[in-house]
């Protein structure tokens, strides 16, 4: 690496931008989904403060996501998908045991660990057993949890994927197990508002703050907007060039739409698409193996489009 620093360098500006354009159009092309999203989560972890919903879970949903998961039978074997820290607390703090957590990125489980550590959290891993695999090939003993949990989980799997993923979860629960897990539906009251119009809704809100709050409103609202009903995903270059479109003389609204393309930035580099699926979409996906228990969201933030569903597995 230090050896192509020292090349680099000797590059003229321009020809440093070229090479980085190439760079994004070889990643955005050679690479499958899956191997984006991993180098993504393997480069970014969680780098995010991990209190700020709805990226991450609220202390409402932790609530919602403890009351179902204490529900009923004692000693329940529980899959937690992804390395999400609060529910990791959750799990260890509510007091399962030997739960799964399963990642396909060791890294995100070890920097979740720093996260939590970050906010005074200690957690014991005696109790937890890593699993490093992609959430399609679990090498798991069918019909042996409980329950399986995770947080906006769907939001990580193609669209064309996500039946053989139910498939899966659906047989490695056993009869009438459940999955709990928090989803982002899309806001289609968008659809008719140009998107020019939605940025200078939330630039022209009198406590605009630049919160990261108000960030993810904006991505959220445009990223619903801007999808691609087809694929189901919404491009991060589509977002940023509709950000970098807007003309504002406004240095703090300017700062502010900064902020927002700094946060896609990274996904944008290497072309890894967000999915964004209808409340239809995403229902037609898990019935052919769950029913659905209910579906709850959130009192502590704007939560109507990230509810939690409770489904059980279909007998
Ligand atoms: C639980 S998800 C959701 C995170 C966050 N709440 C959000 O919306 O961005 C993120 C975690 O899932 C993991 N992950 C994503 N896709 C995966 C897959 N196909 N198989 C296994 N782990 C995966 C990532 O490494 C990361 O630790």
């Given at each position: 690496m230090r050896l192509m620093y020292s090349i680099l360098k000797w590059f003229s500006n321009k020809d440093l931008l070229y090479i980085r354009?190439?760079?994004?159009?070889?990643?955005?092309?050679?690479?499958?989904?899956?191997?984006?999203?991993k180098l993504f989560w393997d480069n970014n972890g969680y780098t995010w403060n991990i209190r700020v919903s709805p990226?991450?879970?609220?202390?409402?949903?932790?609530?919602?996501?403890?009351?179902?998961?204490?529900d009923g039978k004692k000693n329940k074997k529980v899959l937690l998908l992804g390395s999400t820290p609060l529910l990791r607390s959750l799990l260890s703090e509510v007091g399962f045991?030997?739960?799964?957590?399963?990642?396909?990125?060791?890294?995100?489980i070890e920097?979740?660990?720093?996260?939590?550590?970050k906010l005074g959290i200690n957690l014991s891993t005696e109790n937890e057993?890593?699993?490093?695999?992609?959430?399609?090939?679990?090498?798991?003993?069918?019909?042996?949890?409980?329950?399986?949990?995770?947080?906006?989980?769907?939001?990580?799997i193609e669209p064309h994927k996500q039946p053989l993923?139910?498939?899966?979860?659906?047989?490695?629960?056993?009869?009438?197990?459940?999955?709990?897990?928090?989803?982002?539906?899309?806001?289609?009251?968008?659809?008719?508002?140009?998107?020019?119009?939605?940025?200078?809704?939330?630039?022209?809100?009198?406590?605009l703050e630049n919160t990261v709050e108000q960030r993810f409103a904006l991505l959220y609202k445009l990223r619903d907007r801007l999808r691609n009903n087809k694929t189901q995903t919404t491009s991060p270059h589509t977002i940023i060039s509709e950000l970098l479109k807007y003309q504002t003389s406004d240095e703090k609204k300017r700062d502010f739409l900064r902020s927002v393309v700094n946060?896609?930035?990274?996904?944008?580099?290497?072309?890894?698409?967000?999915?964004?699926?209808?409340?239809?979409?995403f229902m037609n996906v898990i019935f052919k193996e769950f029913?659905?228990?209910?579906?709850?969201?959130?009192?502590?933030?704007?939560?109507?489009?990230?509810?939690?569903?409770?489904?059980?597995?279909?007998?």
């Amino acid at each position: 690496m230090r050896l192509m620093y020292s090349i680099l360098k000797w590059f003229s500006n321009k020809d440093l931008l070229y090479i980085r354009r190439l760079i994004t159009e070889i990643l955005t092309h050679k690479l499958s989904h899956n191997e984006q999203s991993k180098l993504f989560w393997d480069n970014n972890g969680y780098t995010w403060n991990i209190r700020v919903s709805p990226v991450n879970p609220s202390e409402d949903d932790l609530n919602i996501y403890k009351k179902y998961l204490i529900d009923g039978k004692k000693n329940k074997k529980v899959l937690l998908l992804g390395s999400t820290p609060l529910l990791r607390s959750l799990l260890s703090e509510v007091g399962f045991k030997n739960y799964v957590v399963a990642d396909f990125s060791f890294a995100v489980i070890e920097t979740s660990l720093r996260a939590l550590n970050k906010l005074g959290i200690n957690l014991s891993t005696e109790n937890e057993i890593w699993l490093k695999s992609d959430w399609l090939d679990m090498p798991l003993e069918l019909e042996s949890f409980d329950c399986i949990v995770g947080d906006m989980v769907f939001t990580q799997i193609e669209p064309h994927k996500q039946p053989l993923f139910v498939e899966k979860l659906a047989s490695l629960l056993k009869p009438k197990g459940y999955f709990i897990g928090r989803v982002h539906i899309c806001n289609l009251n968008v659809n008719d508002r140009e998107p020019r119009k939605i940025i200078e809704e939330i630039l022209s809100s009198k406590d605009l703050e630049n919160t990261v709050e108000q960030r993810f409103a904006l991505l959220y609202k445009l990223r619903d907007r801007l999808r691609n009903n087809k694929t189901q995903t919404t491009s991060p270059h589509t977002i940023i060039s509709e950000l970098l479109k807007y003309q504002t003389s406004d240095e703090k609204k300017r700062d502010f739409l900064r902020s927002v393309v700094n946060m896609i930035s990274r996904r944008a580099e290497i072309g890894l698409p967000f999915i964004s699926q209808t409340k239809d979409e995403f229902m037609n996906v898990i019935f052919k193996e769950f029913s659905l228990e209910t579906i709850v969201t959130a009192s502590d933030y704007t939560s109507e489009y990230f509810p939690i569903y409770v489904l059980q597995k279909k007998t």
